[in-house]
């Protein structure tokens, strides 16, 4: 056991998190190639990457689907997942820091803190998973490490705790001072390696005087690193490395370094900050589940019950494989796992080693380790599997709400099976895609989290062999109401054709059901007296009612939000019946509907927006011009809150709309709202 124990010290679960275009994929390419897993260096313009290895991607040149890779550094195995940047695949992002220790944020040394970078920060503070910043592409124009440093204090608020200062600027970037070592690193054009040397003599000053800033910084911060500098007025460098990484791993302060990842410059230092100061499995809390609805808590020992997490389940043609992180005992090949979460158990075919589109079989996996199993079919990602005989459901990752729909349809009709087989093949190993059939419209929807992500849905369904799709707009399901009632609307149903015969008479009012428009629901009554229509036939004709109710006289929507009254009527002795009285109610309904006066429903939704203070006016006018309503407004830190009732219809590509209008920083939820009018159409000229 202590052996397995010394070894979860040398294990780094990270991921890599940033805006789109910010580095995280090129980054991930030279910590491959530094490390020697790979001998040539990949590059997204060319489509050589090595996590970017979907055909989409590639094409793209953006990273859609979250890639594992493993590596070895100083002694360390590193399990490293390269993350999107876009914000439709943010559930990417969102299921591999639910299994992460630690990770490593890259900013642009550019544009500083970018949208998306706030938002995955956010998701990492949530997890409370511990960060390294890197600033990355100090080789371009503009590129200045002081404001990128300063955006990152001011827009995601951490104590940065800046470890380097560039040597040279822009193109003239050759390397950086460590100012923990106080030395220098210098990489020389077209090779990987660092030149270590003195502080340049016209950066000494300069050096010095970060040094010492960071030095008070981390003593403020750091109990022990307080005491010494008190005694001694400065910090050793051992003193200063262990105060950075505590203060990492109590997410207190934030190490940031820079470098050029395209030209190879800083990726070795960016290594050595990763096994210095991001956490272990062992040094992080153990992993809280439930069983028979007592918690419980499963700390990194390869000799407890076996217990881990799917996060990742990719269902291609050549097999399926479902990606776990084990948080605690061990797993060999042939073994049985349960899932708590339905009961089920399976049999673990093979285990492997993941290096994006590669894998080495295993024989066995411990905890702290991330691999993929072959052989399970029914394992979803946010499934627990565990020792069947010591259950323990741990919690799933949360699955973000779908915002955006389309209706998806084979285009041809012999396609219909495989078009089923190929969505639920999607929604299988990306949760965050629903696929529901609407009842009313009869059309197939695909949900996601924005018009990209359904895009890029739909090209894999083309791109694996499936059936041609016809993609559009779904249609939103429309209502007819009453807005005028009529009263005393007769109605004899009599039909003779040999036999026994059909009669039934009844006179019928129709009315609103509610004052305000919109009102929804259908009541029916009756104030028959004299048992001129007996209570079994009451029945009836309130049954052929509700049947009226499927088609409304002015498109055939069905119709809701009005009160029908049976005020008198009539029977036959012999030709009286249930099913007369039923086709009564239906047709005398259909008749006073006719006389009425009708109005279209459209369905609307209470749309809750969350901006920046600087784009409420452009959000408001966009809301504005889709006929939204606005009923709230309020500030909460630092963002303005905007609820309003918009026409579902209107908020078809409102995801992508907020995006542009807000930098990619607004969000915005839903919910049902009911039905509203319609606006009538323009009376033809």
Same mark, same amino acid.
């Given at each position: 056991?202590? &052996?397995?124990?010394?070894?979860?010290?040398?294990?780094?679960?990270?991921?890599?998190?940033?805006?789109?275009?910010?580095?995280?994929? &090129?980054?991930?390419?030279?910590?491959?190639?530094?490390?020697?897993?790979? %001998?040539?260096?990949?590059?997204?313009?060319? +489509?050589?990457?090595?996590?970017?290895?979907?055909?989409?991607?590639?094409?793209?040149?953006?990273?859609?689907?979250?890639? @594992?890779?493993?590596?070895?550094?100083?002694? %360390?195995?590193?399990?490293?997942?390269? &993350?999107?940047? %876009?914000?439709?695949?943010?559930?990417?992002?969102e299921r591999s820091l639910r299994v992460l220790d630690g990770a490593i944020a890259v900013f642009d040394a550019v544009a500083g803190v970018e949208p998306q970078s706030e938002s995955v920060w956010r998701q990492a503070d949530r997890h409370g998973v511990p960060r390294i910043a890197f600033v990355n592409k100090l080789d371009r124009a503009g590129a200045d490490l002081d404001r990128a440093v300063a955006s990152i204090r001011e827009r995601l608020h951490p104590v940065p705790l800046v470890v380097q200062l560039p040597i040279?600027?822009?193109?003239?970037?050759?390397?950086?001072?460590?100012?923990?070592?106080?030395?220098?690193?210098?990489?020389? !054009?077209?090779? $990987?390696? @660092?030149?270590? *040397?003195?502080?340049?003599? #016209?950066?000494?000053? #300069?050096?010095?005087?970060?040094?010492?800033?960071?030095?008070?910084?981390?003593?403020?911060? %750091?109990?022990? @690193?307080?005491?010494?500098?008190c005694d001694q007025e400065t910090l050793s460098a051992a003193t200063l490395a262990s105060a950075l990484r505590d203060l990492t791993r109590t997410g207190d302060g934030v190490v940031v370094l820079c470098g050029s990842a395209y030209r190879n410059r800083g990726v070795e230092p960016l290594l050595d900050a990763v096994v210095?100061?991001?956490?272990?499995?062992?040094?992080?809390?153990?992993?809280?589940?439930?069983? !028979? $609805?007592?918690?419980?808590?499963? =700390?990194?020992? /390869?000799?407890?019950?076996? =217990?881990?997490?799917?996060?990742?389940?990719?269902?291609?043609?050549?097999?399926?494989?479902?990606?776990?992180?084990?948080?605690?005992? &061990?797993?060999?090949?042939?073994?049985?796992? +349960?899932?708590?979460?339905t009961g089920r158990t399976e049999r673990v075919a093979r285990i492997l080693r993941v290096t994006a589109d590669r894998h080495a079989q295993l024989d066995r996996a411990v905890a702290g380790d991330i691999v993929a199993l072959a052989g399970l079919k029914s394992a979803r990602a946010g499934s627990t599997l565990c020792d069947p005989g010591a259950p323990l459901l741990l919690e799933p990752p949360v699955v973000a709400e779908p915002v955006v729909s389309v209706a998806v349809e084979a285009r041809r009709s012999t396609d219909t099976g495989r078009l089923a087989t190929a969505l639920a093949r999607l929604a299988e190993e990306d949760p965050s895609l629903v696929v529901r059939t609407d009842g009313e419209t009869g059309q197939t929807v695909l949900s996601g989290m924005g018009e990209l992500h359904l895009e890029v849905a739909v090209e894999k369904i083309r791109r694996d062999g499936g059936p041609e799709v016809t993609v559009g707009r779904p249609r939103v399901a429309h209502r007819e109401t009453v807005v005028r009632g009529v009263s005393g609307l007769v109605h004899r149903h009599v039909k003779q054709d040999g036999g026994a015969g059909q009669f039934a008479h009844v006179v019928l009012d129709v009315e609103p059901l509610g004052a305000e428009a919109g009102v929804t629901g259908f009541e029916f009554r009756s104030v028959v007296v004299g048992g001129r229509v007996p209570q079994e036939y009451v029945r009836a004709v309130e049954a052929g009612c509700r049947d009226a109710l499927a088609e409304g006289p002015l498109q055939g929507h069905p119709v809701t939000g009005l009160r029908v009254t049976l005020t008198d009527g009539s029977t036959h002795v012999k030709d009286s019946s249930?099913?007369?009285?039923?086709?009564? $109610?239906?047709?005398?309904?259909?008749?006073?509907?006719?006389?009425?006066?009708? =109005?279209?429903?459209?369905?609307?939704?209470?749309?809750?927006?969350?901006?920046?203070?600087?784009?409420?006016? +452009?959000?408001?006018? !966009?809301?504005?011009?889709?006929?939204?309503?606005?009923? *709230?407004?309020?500030?909460?830190? +630092?963002?303005?809150?905007?609820?309003?009732?918009?026409?579902?219809?209107?908020?078809?590509?409102?995801?992508?709309?907020?995006?542009?209008?807000?930098?990619?920083?607004?969000?915005?939820?839903?919910? /049902?709202? *009911?039905? @509203?009018?319609?606006?009538?159409?323009?009376?033809?000229?």
């Open positions: 056991m202590r &052996t397995y124990l010394r070894t979860l010290t040398t294990v780094r679960n990270l991921g890599i998190l940033a805006h789109v275009d910010a580095g995280k994929t &090129t980054v991930t390419e030279r910590i491959l190639y530094a490390t020697g897993t790979t %001998h040539k260096r990949g590059e997204v313009h060319d +489509g050589t990457t090595v996590t970017d290895f979907d055909p989409q991607e590639r094409d793209r040149g953006i990273t859609i689907f979250a890639a @594992a890779v493993s590596c070895a550094w100083d002694g %360390h195995r590193i399990n490293l997942i390269d &993350t999107p940047g %876009h914000v439709d695949f943010a559930d990417e992002v040279g600027a822009e193109g003239g970037f050759t390397g950086v001072v460590d100012l923990v070592r106080m030395r220098s690193l210098v990489w020389a !054009d077209g090779d $990987g390696t @660092a030149v270590e *040397g003195p502080v340049p003599q #016209e950066l000494g000053e #300069e050096a010095s005087r970060r040094r010492r800033s960071l030095e008070e910084t981390v003593a403020e911060l %750091h109990p022990a @690193a307080l005491e010494e500098f210095a100061y991001l956490p272990s499995p062992l040094d992080v809390p153990a992993v809280r589940g439930v069983h !028979d $609805g007592t918690e419980q808590w499963r =700390a990194a020992d /390869p000799e407890a019950p076996f =217990a881990s997490l799917a996060f990742k389940v990719n269902a291609g043609s050549t097999g399926r494989l479902t990606y776990v992180r084990v948080y605690s005992g &061990t797993i060999e090949k042939g073994d049985t796992v +349960g899932d708590p979460g249930d099913m007369a009285f039923r086709t009564a $109610g239906r047709l005398g309904l259909r008749e006073a509907l006719r006389a009425c006066a009708m =109005a279209l429903l459209e369905p609307v939704a209470e749309v809750t927006v969350t901006v920046p203070e600087d784009a409420v006016g +452009g959000v408001l006018g !966009d809301l504005a011009a889709r006929r939204g309503r606005v009923t *709230g407004s309020e500030s909460r830190g +630092g963002a303005a809150v905007l609820t309003a009732t918009v026409p579902l219809a209107e908020l078809f590509g409102y995801a992508t709309r907020l995006r542009s209008r807000t930098q990619g920083r607004g969000t915005f939820t839903t919910r /049902p709202a *009911g039905y @509203a009018p319609a606006p009538q159409p323009a009376p033809a000229r």
